[in-house]
């Protein structure tokens, strides 16, 4: 199954300007300050200049309603103009007819009854209505156009009775608008001047409100980017214990929060990298995109590289192409791919690649393990071999015996000589199988570690010295000599069987491989740490690639040069016998010249100085 790529991230951060809380604060606060400030202006406008207004009405109403109780008979002009004076208005008399008299058309020190009145008649509607209402009883007041004094103004209305309460005109006192809208406009701009002053320290208090109220806001925001930029130290200062305070604790609380998250993190992302570094298989991984993430000290080894980036060889290359492409493989199917190369050592390099999602399914990458597989073909090898080796080694004096039983059973042998060689040589297969099948046994054994024994104190030349002499009158039927030198004080912790086995072994080996005349040496001393026994021959060697293999079963260095045949267990059997005892066997060759075994065995502890 084909896994879809995700696409990458291309959008990098940036860090947009953030719009400053403090204006915005500063600017809201302000608008509703003025806002009201505005509101305010305009309402106290109109409620002071309508208290003016007022308050001219009622003053002219009782200024007039004063005049009206001294005017009982006929208007006084001489007191009327004193009062238009003193009221800076007009004082108007108007008859029944609608003829209106001013007060300020004569001249008080001429004012007599002889004096010839100056008279305008009320002619319009609107000022029609208005003295009509006084004639008919009424105190009225108020603002507005008068059309025969062409002008706006305030005015107060009321009738003018007589002594016995007979109505005989109406007084009409008259302020200019003009003169009232300059008290008004005075207080306004006493008012402006206020609001000004008002919105002036208002804006420095809100200037402080907003700071105040912004400051924690600008430090979070400071600290929310540190902490974005990877700074987890960040911290924010708490001035006070309100929502902005618990908010700041908050976020005091998460970048601890994070902070540890992130050192534990990195912890992992330490011991991750430690154990792919370290570990014996080689890794290398690749994102979705094929570009390569992480390669180990160990996948170099495999490639015998120095860097994966390095200008390689043409080989090289190849073997990263081939990486390559099995992960790209793996990543398009879905499923594991494996495949193996040999590197330039000839070391036999498997390959497994792997592609990696994430809990969803979706890819993010591929990671492919190289592994040095060179000692398991071998081991499989030498499986194949040994179980070869067993078949060949169980056919051969199986193939042996039969060949002789079988003239036997038909009758062909007639003389007595025949049937005894016949008998002799299925004795000596038989033997020969008996040994191969006991020597099996006994490697499987101590391999399985069933010979679990107490280790002994061991005079170590009593059982070296008996497996000389049992093997000497072999080795002189060989025409070669045996040399044995030991120190007897020498004590060991092992085994006596085990010890006479192993000394029978590793001579039966070298009169192996020992040519007539030849010399076989085996010598028991004291070593530093360790007893040393050395069997040393004069025989053929064994060649230098051979060497690491001869402790593997049925190994055989070189049939040709042998003497007897053998069955190529004896080498492994002398080793397994060796680590049963706690020690160690090494041997070295020269081809030619002869080959030398060194046993080392602990000392028994009272010896051991």
Not at 72 to 79: E, G, K, R, V
Request: hydrophobic share 40%.
């Amino acid at each position: 199954m084909k896994r879809e790529m995700r696409k990458p991230l291309n959008k990098p951060f940036v860090k947009e300007k953030s719009k400053k809380i403090f204006a915005s604060v500063f600017r809201s606060y302000t608008a509703v300050v003025v806002l009201v400030l505005m509101l305010a202006c305009f309402f106290s406008f109109n409620l002071v200049r309508n208290y003016v207004i007022n308050w001219h009405q009622e003053e002219l109403l009782s200024q007039a309603e004063t005049i009206a109780v001294n005017a009982s008979q006929s208007p006084d002009w001489a007191i009327l103009k004193r009062y238009q004076k003193l009221l800076d208005a007009k004082i108007i008399f108007v008859s029944k007819g609608y003829t209106a008299v001013f007060a300020d058309d004569f001249d008080v020190k001429e004012v007599s009854e002889d004096v010839e009145l100056v008279t305008r008649q009320v002619e319009s509607k609107r000022d029609l209505h208005l003295i009509s209402s006084a004639l008919l009883g009424e105190k009225t007041t108020g603002i507005r156009e008068i059309d025969f004094l062409s002008l706006s103004a305030i005015y107060a209305n009321i009738p003018l009775h007589t002594a016995d309460g007979t109505l005989y005109g109406a007084l009409l006192i008259v302020r200019p608008e003009d003169s009232v809208n300059g008290v008004w406009m005075h207080i306004f701009r006493n008012m402006l001047v206020a609001a000004l002053l008002a919105m002036a320290f208002v804006t420095v208090i809100t200037t402080l409100l907003a700071r105040r109220f912004t400051k924690p806001l600008s430090h979070m925001e400071k600290a929310a980017l540190k902490i974005a930029e990877g700074d987890y130290s960040a911290r924010v200062k708490i001035f006070k214990n309100d929502e902005i305070g618990k908010l700041g604790m908050t976020l005091n609380l998460l970048s601890e929060k994070l902070e540890d998250v992130i050192e534990r993190l990195k912890d992992e992302k330490c011991k991750l990298e430690m154990v792919l570094y370290n570990i014996g298989e080689g890794i290398v991984s690749c994102d979705q995109y094929g570009q390569i993430l992480h390669v180990n000290d160990s996948a170099l080894a495999f490639l015998e590289i120095g860097n994966w980036n390095d200008q390689s060889s043409p080989d090289e290359n190849e073997k990263k192409k081939r990486i390559l492409a099995l992960l790209s493989r793996c990543m398009e199917n879905g499923v594991q791919e494996a495949d193996t190369f040999k590197n330039a050592s000839k070391r036999d390099i498997a390959l497994l690649a792997s592609p990696i999602l994430n809990a969803e399914g979706a890819l993010l990458g591929g990671v492919c393990l190289l592994r040095d597989v060179s000692e398991e073909i071998r081991l499989e090898q030498r499986r194949r071999e040994y179980i070869a080796n067993v078949s060949h080694e169980l056919r051969t004096p199986l193939t042996g015996i039969r060949g002789m039983i079988e003239p036997l059973i038909d009758g062909i042998l007639d003389t007595e000589e025949e049937k005894q060689d016949s008998y002799r040589i299925i004795d000596r297969e038989a033997m020969r199988l008996e040994k191969l099948i006991g020597e099996m046994l006994e490697l499987s054994r101590l391999q399985d570690g069933k010979d679990n024994r107490a280790l002994e104190r061991i005079q170590l030349c009593l059982p070296v010295g008996s497996a000389v002499y049992a093997n000497k009158m072999l080795a002189e039927k060989a025409g070669i000599k045996i040399e044995y030198q030991a120190e007897e004080d020498i004590y060991v912790f092992g085994l006596e069987n085990r010890i006479q086995q192993l000394i029978t072994i590793l001579l039966d080996n070298a009169i192996s491989f020992t040519p007539e005349g030849g010399k076989i040496t085996v010598t028991v001393t004291r070593g530093k740490c360790k007893a040393w026994i050395k069997v040393k021959d004069t025989g053929v060697g064994i060649e230098p690639q051979h060497l690491p293999y001869i402790w593997e079963r049925f190994y055989k260095a070189d049939k040709s040069r042998m003497r007897t045949t053998g069955t190529g267990l004896g080498l492994a059997i002398a080793k397994c016998i060796v680590e049963l005892m706690g020690g160690s066997i090494s041997v070295t060759s020269d081809v030619g010249c002869g080959t030398e075994f060194i046993v080392r065995l602990k000392y028994f502890e009272d010896n051991k100085n």
